[in-house]
């Protein structure tokens, strides 16, 4: 498989696909982008061993999400990276990506999954959250014409909490939830943050050269 002929092909699908009208052109690709390469960040370090690339699977995450849009998104994934692959990859390496596909949301339904199609899922779920938590928030925030406040409403609910531990639930590896435990804390203080410059405060502890005279 010559992946640089597989990269092209993705940014040629997916380099203006939105998924959502509410996230910005080329959102397909990007995500997809990132939950390849976070996919083999938690491969490696599950592993324990060497750092290794497996670029059957960098594929197969890279376009787990080109069905977005269409009904059973997996299901017609799985057929369009068929289709759009079946001349770069060896029939294997075909199978195998569009078994990732056909499989990246199917999270806790009994099936016997191999630990690279449970790292795509944990990787493209983690990639909701953290700094690309706050950046999805915003854009659908601006889309809405909502203000910066609703974004503060909805981090501060049970809803929330509830949405983030129910997230958290359908991890599979607890290296995952380390990670998305990291990315929940880095939002935490940005809303902290956020509900403190709202109100138009500043920190407590910032000392400024001269406060205090006239």
Excluded at 38 to 62: C, S
Excluded at 140 to 162: C, I, M, P
Aim: one cysteine or more; glycine letters at 10%.
């Amino acid at each position: 498989m010559n992946l640089d002929i597989v990269r092209k092909i993705a940014a040629e699908n997916m380099g203006s696909r939105r998924s959502h009208l509410d996230r910005e052109p080329g959102y397909v690709l990007h995500h997809g982008q990132r939950t390849a390469n976070l996919t083999g960040e938690i491969m490696n370090r599950i592993t324990g061993g060497p750092d290794v690339f497996d670029p059957v699977l960098y594929a197969g995450a890279l376009f787990h999400d080109i069905g977005k849009g269409f009904a059973a998104h997996n299901e017609t994934g799985a057929e369009l990276a068929a289709g759009l692959l079946k001349d770069v990859c060896a029939p294997g390496e075909l199978d195998r990506i569009c078994h990732i596909v056909r499989n990246h949301c199917l999270r806790k339904q009994g099936l016997e999954l191999d630990d690279g199609i449970l790292a795509v899922q944990d990787a493209d779920m983690i990639d909701h959250f953290g700094t690309q938590g706050v950046w999805l928030d915003f854009l659908h925030r601006g889309y809405k014409h909502d203000t910066q406040l609703a974004t503060v409403r909805l981090w501060d609910s049970d809803e929330f909490r509830n949405h983030v531990r129910d997230m958290r639930e359908l991890l599979n590896f607890e290296l995952s939830k380390e990670l998305f435990d990291d990315r929940i804390e880095f939002q935490e203080g940005f809303l902290a943050r956020l509900k403190m410059e709202s109100e138009g405060r500043v920190p407590d502890e910032v000392q400024y050269p001269g406060a205090g005279k006239r």
